[in-house]
């Protein structure tokens, strides 16, 4: 078994070994076996550049869920946790990436995605009602921040230079297209541009997350569990941030001032960027500590997505009504099959791949399957759309992107059922799920890059 040379952590393995060993009897070889287990969990987590106190306390989390000892003894020394996470180590307690010197990192980089918002300000972009200065904004939104989220992984990862120099390349392409083509204002290509983009991006992040291992150990579907985590952190920092910006008009206006320049112009964008560094942050403080958020939602709203779709679907059989494909339509209908797709890759990555199949299972099938006929009208409804009044940048972007959901759809309910049958593995569903992420970032990125040339930048 691995040695650490950390004595500390050494001392907590020896304090768990007989703790397990008073609470049961225990033959020597199942405590060994377990220990063995401990520890595969901490190399992995130390070598992801936790501290040795966190790396211990969240794999005996981790190791709960196989031994019901671990789960007591994680219980019982939780109050660890919470102090560590509270109160800055000091600089004897772990490595320079924790404590104080990532808070600072991660204060500085937040500052910076504030001041990189602000510095198209200084060239006559400036953030107003006017139509063509927002969506220069919106087509930049991602590149403002997504680098300094990449750097903050790199830092907390301790990947080399090498490694920092080709994730810039994916993010400098990205610049490069959002502005170098002569968009018409407002135009279907330039939208296009604004939805895509950050999809494509958010890819070169998940890079810098897993650090090289996004082929090994769980690195994608690790990179899943902290993007749904990061959007649930995300919503309730801006929850504050709205009752911020209430307080703010109130005070401000008890004084007969209107603050709108201050709140539109800075509160706004420079808190947006920053919560996302502050938010990503949070993530990594608590992630594996305690039950995940984002898979635990997914329980609560699968129920209730899928009686949405089968009450869409015997509401359409009943009056015959078709599907609109004007372009609001069409996005509504995208985001809701990418939500769906959501809670079903997030429910993969809750679940126990050895557990057998359970209701819960067959929710999940009846919901992808539903998605799966509403997709297939929607893809029919594009396709007479498209034979009907010809092609568009909009309609050819649907068509990808429903004809890609189609896919991941249709090969998880076909695993689906082949687990619930016994005749197939959950692992496959979950190999499937995270093999197919990288699809939606390649068509997101051609979507930028070929289809303003294609469509003549309309």
Known sequence: MTTFADRPLEEQIAQWRAYVSRRQALSRPDVEELEGHLRDQLVALTDAGLAGDEAFLIAVKRMGSLDAL????????????????????????????????????????????ACAIKVPALFGHQLSPDEEMPL???????????????????????????????????????????????????????????????????????????????????????????????????????????????????????????PDWFVAGWLIPCGAVGALIIGSWLV?????????????????????????????????????????????????FDLLLVLVAGLMLYATSARDPQAPPDFFDGLQLLLVASALVVDGVALAA????????????????????????????AWSAWLYARFLRHRGSFAALERWQ??????????AALVVVMFPPLFGYR
């Open 434 to 443: 995270v093999a197919y992420l990288p699809v939606y970032s390649v068509w």
């Open 284 to 332: 990594e403080a608590k992630q594996s500590v305690i039950e995940n958020m984002a898979p635990v939602l997914t329980r609560l709203f699968t129920p209730l997505f899928t009686v949405l779709l089968l009450a869409f679907l015997g509401t359409m059989a009943w009056t015959g009504s078709p599907i609109n494909v004007e372009r609001e339509v069409l996005i509504g």
């Open 70 to 113: 671990s789960r007591e003894f994680a219980r019982a020394h939780s109050d660890r946790l919470w102090k560590q996470l509270v109160m800055a180590p000091g600089a004897a307690d772990g490595p320079a990436q924790t404590g104080s010197a990532e808070t600072l990192v991660v204060f500085l980089l937040a500052v910076a995605a």
């Open 136 to 258: 220069f904004y919106a087509r930049n939104a991602s590149i403002f921040v997504f680098p300094l989220l990449a750097v903050y992984f790199v830092w907390k990862r301790g990947s080399g230079m090498v490694s920092g120099l080709w994730l810039a390349l994916p993010f400098a392409a990205g610049a490069v297209f959002a502005n170098v083509f002569p968009f018409r204002p407002a135009g279907d290509t330039e939208v296009l541009t604004v939805l895509h983009l950050p999809i494509a991006l958010w890819l070169a992040v998940g890079f810098a997350y897993v650090r090289g291992r996004w082929f090994a150990d769980g690195g994608r579907m690790n990179f899943v569990r902290f993007s749904g985590e990061l959007a649930i952190y995300y919503v309730l920092i801006a929850l504050g941030g709205f009752v911020s910006i209430l307080f703010t008009f109130m005070m401000f206006r008890a004084i007969d001032m209107n």
């Open 382 to 409: 594009i396709a007479a759309r498209i034979s009907e009044f010809g092609f568009t940048p909009n309609r050819v972007a649907a068509l990808g992107e429903n004809l890609i959901l189609l896919v991941n759809l």
